[in-house]
């Protein structure tokens, strides 16, 4: 195969490097499988959904991944194996999950019904499934139509992935991704590679899962002279925990992190699930969330309030920096040129009480109008420690330490509470926009110190 | 998959629940919408749209864009025929452009990277207009006028009865409220989408349209083509919603370019250009004042709407007929004002102003049976219209005809007792402790169907196989498979024999469309009839065979019987082979409902909600949607349809406010991650519950009524009842933000922010 080519359905498809950076989904669809459908090309609808075969947390093994094709560019699917809806019926007998769409009523007018269908093979297949299949895996498509109860039901009617091509596929590992370099696309297998490279190309842009690159491309027409995926270099893949810390490699997909940081506190489940729909986690990563430095990104306040530490390659070696201080203004960062992101270390002991709210007008797939990462420890009745890191309420992602230095060392209580209040109306200074107005945001900011002082009462 | 038995002795197959009979192109992803047709050597096509609110072109140079290699042509204005499209005032392209997005050129490439290049080289120097879109502000004087007849689209649209003010007058209570609904996103999942292809004079067109017919008859004027001259396909479509039951401009720049061209040209709409420019629905400030008696009754009811209707409209909008054909209401007047303001074009969906009227009408209803202390569901009962009652025939105030099959009391009753009304407290906000409030809120809707003409042409094959075509189109509520079981049930050919041609102008009759509830009830007589047509001609060639008279003849299982005869049979195969020509039967019908007698399609709505005092979230713990649904064809889908249509309701409480930047007219939240439809996550299915009354028409086939547009009226009014109730906090504009929530809390308790030590 060659460097810049794909498996589709079995058959391989050559990508072209004038075709780099077109979205995988007309690829695809100029294949002739049409399948797979723009919605919104944002990665919001599910319609253009596709499977990928990707590693697993069983060795020698893989499993399916639902990705958004119309954010996938398609250099990043080289070397990868993908099938979409049109390979999921055998020898004319449709899947499970095509039965079930379409017995329950699950498909009216049908446009979304490929993607929902792709995303139900792949829940249904998914490995470490042990109930019935989740509602919350079809949580990044939308239907118009439906309501969606049909589809709960076609979900829930759901057993065991029969016998099949693509359940025997998993059987065996997926497709390692190798080191590629054609004009306009180079993706380096380790990180010293990848410093060179960046040293060597002023105006490449690095690249992990695409879920925001994509973005601006399909809705702002951007194209880069140079794109550096970091999806082939193992270091940035890593997950380790010891007693000390936890270390979380910074293109790991942050469906992966939940997979692999199994002992995590409630709040990083809950943080991971409200970062996005599955085909999002199943691309995206906490490095490129931190190093776009958006002001209502969620990766950064939930790892403020855990002391995060960020690990930092570049020119002349690397280096460590505490999160607070990533954020230089909006959407910018204090890496300095040439440098990226390595790994997130998250220092342990973790704090005794953590908590993550989004405050947003959907209950998935959306972006915060104000979030609130927040930690708390408490020894013999004083607060030793607190951290309260808002997103929402500034140019950056904030840590209000003035609010941190008003409960230290005294009681947690409803007095406590109100300091906190009092420091958050002198020292947020929200935005008015379409997501909500400054008045709002300050007034839920409060409340949701409030929510979180019940919370630990009950 | 097989259709299960059936309930009814009498029918076989109208009644049954079952899979659509498309539905394994769809899960498979072979279904074709507009968008994944290629035809050889075809062009992709792109609109340069206005980033002005109002202005006039007074420059454009197109050169540079069609001396780009790849560009095949380049429309602009200029080329745009001078007429308006069919049934509204938009002229394709103009020189002025009155809403963001307004698009004024075009060009036709050999890909989609080149066209949009292309556009970035076409230069327009504009004259910037000043601009408005509230309409009311539209209204005054000094204005911003759009149009040389001023922003008011013609007459006020008045009903009088009696008189309100006499009525207000008489009246034991009366108030008077003001309540809106704005400007929101209602497309569908798949954007607008047309291919045109130009063979010598003739235009064949795919396109994403509700109403193939309609969108034929703009092109032949538009091109000045006879009718068999032209040919539109609109085969599977990915929703409509009302945004593509009217023809649109995008179908007219498809043409323009692929004759320009010489090569067929496909344009399909990327998200942002759907929701800037896809005749969205309407928004509507509503001045209510009503009057009630202390016993109940109400005496007098006035409504001044305002509608806007953004730059055009594809259809005139209006209020619902809920004042006119609901309640008994002695006097009665409404005016509506259509209004042209610089913001997206606008349309009807899923009922002309009917989830508008309903929210306005229910919430005041709701209001004034609160302040006087009564019950609203009891206030409803005692002022709805009943069999017999005295109705409208038409949209006016004339009480000219009589009600029949009236579902309304039936639908009320039964939702009420699903959800357990009589669990509501009374008292608003009562009762409440900690942050947590639950409250039960109503509210009731209404529409006719099954107007306008409609055809339909079934052909028995030699092998017995059924084709049946028509021109309205299967959008997404199983019209394919409920027109099917319609002629299944006639012919007594098992719906596995059947193939539809849906959406096709040139293989079927004339249709309306589907839009306005009557895809089922018109074109489904139509099918009936052209089904009984078939089944003669059926009689007809087996008598001989059977040696029998046509009249002892019945088919089930596509078996001709002699009736009472065990012996006499032939396979309908058989008598086709033997006949040797196949059989077409065709069905031409007029409006559906004729005569004094009114027949009308009620609904009711009951939610319990629980609201969040210190977030101002509000969840839906239970949803009760009753619809008078006629006689189900298919319960399946039937209730995917009011469950779909609910929870589309129910989305506008939350979320799809289109919003307009008052600084320069833009939108600011064209896309879907902004306008936030709901996902799975959203609406716990489970919580809502679907009552399919069975009220049988008396003019739909086999007792059927439409009903898609129905259950998206309520959502908005009943949670804002439900709100009300658990809080006291009355919401008159939607969505209802948790911040409205909060300031409408904050405002009963000055001191609601505070700590709670």
């Known amino acids: 195969m060659s460097a810049l080519a794909f498996v589709l359905n079995g058959r391989e498809v050559e990508i072209g490097e004038a075709a780099a950076q077109t979205p995988l989904l007309d690829l695809i669809r100029e294949q002739g499988l049409t399948g797979a459908k723009e919605g919104c090309a944002e990665g919001e609808c599910g319609a253009c959904a596709v499977l990928v075969v990707d590693a697993d947390g069983r060795p020698g093994k893989s499993a399916l991944r639902v990705v958004n094709s119309c954010l996938m560019l398609s250099a990043l699917a080289a070397g990868r194996e993908i099938y979409t809806v049109e390979a999921l019926a055998t020898n004319g007998v449709l899947s499970d999950a095509q039965r079930a769409m379409a017995g329950a009523g699950g498909s009216q007018c049908g446009y979304c019904t490929p993607g929902f269908v792709v995303s139900l093979f792949a829940e249904q297949h998914r490995p470490d499934r042990t109930g019935p299949c989740e509602d919350e895996a079809l949580a ?140 999002i986690r199943n691309r995206a990563t906490l490095g490129g969330n931190l190093a776009t430095a958006s002001p209502v990104g969620d990766g950064a306040p939930l790892l403020m309030a855990l002391d995060a530490v960020l690990h930092i390659a570049g020119p002349s070696g690397s280096r460590t920096l505490p999160i607070a201080q990533f954020f230089t203004g909006y959407r910018k960062t204090a890496l300095m040129p040439g440098e990226m992101l390595t790994a997130i270390e998250i220092p342990k002991p973790l704090p005794q009480s953590v908590r993550f709210f989004k405050i947003a007008k959907r209950r998935a797939d959306d972006i915060s109008t104000v979030a609130l990462g927040v930690s708390l420890d408490v020894d013999r009745g004083r607060v030793r420690r607190a951290r309260w890191a808002f997103g929402g309420v500034a140019a950056t992602p904030l840590r209000v330490v003035e609010a941190e230095a008003a409960v230290s060392g005294g009681p947690w209580n409803a007095d406590a509470v109100a300091r906190v209040q009092a420091v958050l109306d002198k020292t947020l200074r929200p935005v008015s926009d379409h997501r909500g107005s400054k008045e709002y945001r300050l007034e839920v900011s409060k409340s949701l110190v409030e929510k979180y002082y019940w919370e630990l009462q009950s | 998959m097989a259709q299960q038995q059936n309930q009814n002795a009498t029918l076989n197959v109208v009644g049954t629940r079952g899979p659509n009979i498309d539905a394994i192109a769809r899960v498979t992803g072979t279904a074709k919408y507009t968008g994944d047709i290629e035809l050889p050597g075809m062009l992709h096509a792109r609109v340069l749209r206005s980033p002005h609110p109002h202005a006039r072109i007074v420059g454009i140079d197109t050169s540079k864009a069609e001396a780009l290699p790849g560009v095949k042509a380049v429309i602009t204005y200029k080329d745009a025929p001078k007429l308006p499209i069919w049934g509204s005032r938009q002229f394709v392209m103009n020189d002025r452009v009155r809403f963001v997005g307004e698009g004024f050129a075009a060009v036709a490439a050999t890909d989609l990277e080149t066209a949009d290049r292309a556009l970035r080289l076409i230069q327009v120097q504009f004259e910037q207009l000043p601009f408005v879109m509230d309409p009311e502000e539209a209204l005054k004087p000094g204005a911003p006028q759009l149009f040389p007849d001023g922003n008011l689209e013609g007459q006020a649209r008045a009903v009088t009865r009696g008189s309100v003010e006499q009525g207000f007058k008489e009246s034991d209570r009366v108030i008077e409220r003001v309540y809106r609904c704005p400007t929101m996103w209602s497309g569908s999942m798949e954007p607008h989408a047309a291919i045109a292809l130009w063979e010598g004079a003739k235009l064949t067109m795919w396109c994403s349209a509700q109403s193939p017919n309609r969108v034929h008859m703009n092109m032949t004027q538009q091109f000045d083509l006879s009718d068999a001259n032209c040919r539109i396909i609109s085969s599977y479509v990915g929703g409509g919603f009302g945004t593509k039951s009217a023809p649109h401009v995008d179908e007219t720049i498809a043409a323009l370019l692929a004759k320009k061209a010489g090569r067929p040209v496909k344009l399909q709409y990327t998200r942002e250009e759907e929701i800037l420019d896809s005749n969205t629905r309407f928004e509507v400030k509503m001045y209510m004042r009503v009057g009630v008696m202390k016993d109940m009754s109400i005496r007098a009811l006035d409504v001044r709407a305002y509608i806007n209707q953004g730059a055009y409209h594809s259809r005139l909008g209006g209020l619902g007929n809920h004042a006119t054909h609901l309640y008994n209401i002695t006097h009665l007047r409404t005016q509506q004002f259509r209004v042209h303001t610089n913001i997206a074009n606008t349309g009807p969906t899923r009922g002309v102003g009917d989830p508008q009227e309903c929210f306005g009408l229910d919430s005041v209803l709701d209001e004034i049976a609160n302040e006087m202390g009564w019950d609203p569901m ?98 997404g509520t199983g ?24 959406g096709d102008t040139e293989a079927a009759p004339y249709d ?38 046509p009249a002892e003849l019945e088919m089930r299982d596509s078996v001709v019987r002699v009736r009472g005869d065990a012996q006499r049979m032939m396979a309908l195969s058989e008598v086709m082979s033997r006949r040797g020509r196949s059989i077409v039967g065709d069905g031409n019908v007029a409006g559906a409902q004729t005569g004094m007698n009114v027949e009308r399609t009620p609904g009711a709505h009951f939610v319990e909600v629980e609201v969040d005092r210190e977030t101002g979230k509000v969840r839906i713990l239970k949803y009760v949607s009753a619809h008078d649904v006629g006689q189900p064809i298919n319960l399946t889908i039937v209730e995917n349809q009011l469950e779909g249509g ?54 739909g086939p086999f007792g059927a009524k439409g009903l898609g547009e129905n259950p998206n009226h309520p959502g908005m009014a009943a949670v804002a009842n439900a709100i009300y109730n658990a809080t006291g906090v009355r919401l008159r504009e939607v969505p209802f933000t948790r911040a409205d929530v909060l300031q409408g809390l904050g405002q009963q308790r000055p001191a609601a922010q505070t700590a709670r030590g």
Not at chain 1, 165 to 188: M, N, Y
Not at chain 1, 194 to 213: E, F, I, K, N, P
Not at chain 2, 484 to 502: C, D, N, Q, R, W
């Open chain 2, 512 to 549: 309306g469309g589907s839009q306005g509830n009557r895809t089922l009830q018109s074109t489904g007589r139509a099918v009936e009839q052209a089904a009984r047509d078939c089944l003669q001609q059926v009689f007809a060639a087996a008598a001989p065979l059977l040696k029998a008279m």
């Open chain 2, 646 to 699: 609910t929870i589309q309701g129910l989305a506008l409480t939350q979320a799809e406010e289109m919003r307009f930047d008052p600084r320069d007219g833009k939108c600011l939240n064209a896309n879907f991650l902004d306008l936030k439809p709901p996902t799975m996550m959203d609406f716990d299915p489970r919580v809502i519950d679907i009552i399919a009354v069975d009220n049988k028409s008396a003019f």
């Open chain 2, 378 to 475: 009891a206030f409803r009962l005692k002022n709805i219209k009943r069999n017999g009652d005295p109705v409208p025939r038409g949209q006016t105030g004339v009480e000219d005809g009589v009600l029949i099959n009236q579902g309304a009391e039936l639908c009320i009753n039964q939702g009420a007792a699903r959800l357990g009304w009589n669990r509501r407290n009374p008292t608003p906000g009562a009762g409440q402790s900690g942050p947590k409030a639950r409250g039960i809120g109503m509210a009731v809707t209404e529409r006719g169907g099954g107007a306008g003409l409609a055809g339909a042409e079934v052909k028995i094959n030699l092998d017995g196989s059924v084709v049946m075509s028509f021109a309205s189109t299967d959008i």
């Open chain 1, 140 to 279: 990044g498509n939308l239907c118009r139509c439906t309501g969606y109860r049909p589809i709960h039901d076609a979900a829930a009617a759901l057993g065991a992935a029969p016998d099949g091509p693509l359940l025997r596929r998993l059987e065996r590992a997926a497709p390692v991704l190798h080191a590629v370099s054609v004009g306009g696309f180079s993706r380096p297998a380790t990180v010293g590679e990848c410093v060179a490279l960046l040293a060597a190309t002023l105006d490449a842009r690095l690249v992990g899962g695409a879920t925001d690159l994509g973005v601006e491309r399909n809705l702002r027409a951007k194209t880069w002279p140079h794109l550096i995926s970091v999806e082939a270099i193992d270091e940035l893949q890593q997950f380790t925990s010891t007693p000390e810390r936890v270390l979380i490699g910074a293109a790991l997909p942050l469906r992966e992190i939940g997979e692999r940081w199994r002992d995590a506190p409630d709040a990083v489940h809950e943080w991971l699930t409200l970062f996005g729909s599955p085909p």
């Open chain 2, 479 to 502: 019209s394919r498979t409920t027109l099917s079981m319609i002629a299944s049930e006639v012919l007594g050919v098992p719906l596995s024999k059947f193939l539809t041609v849906a």
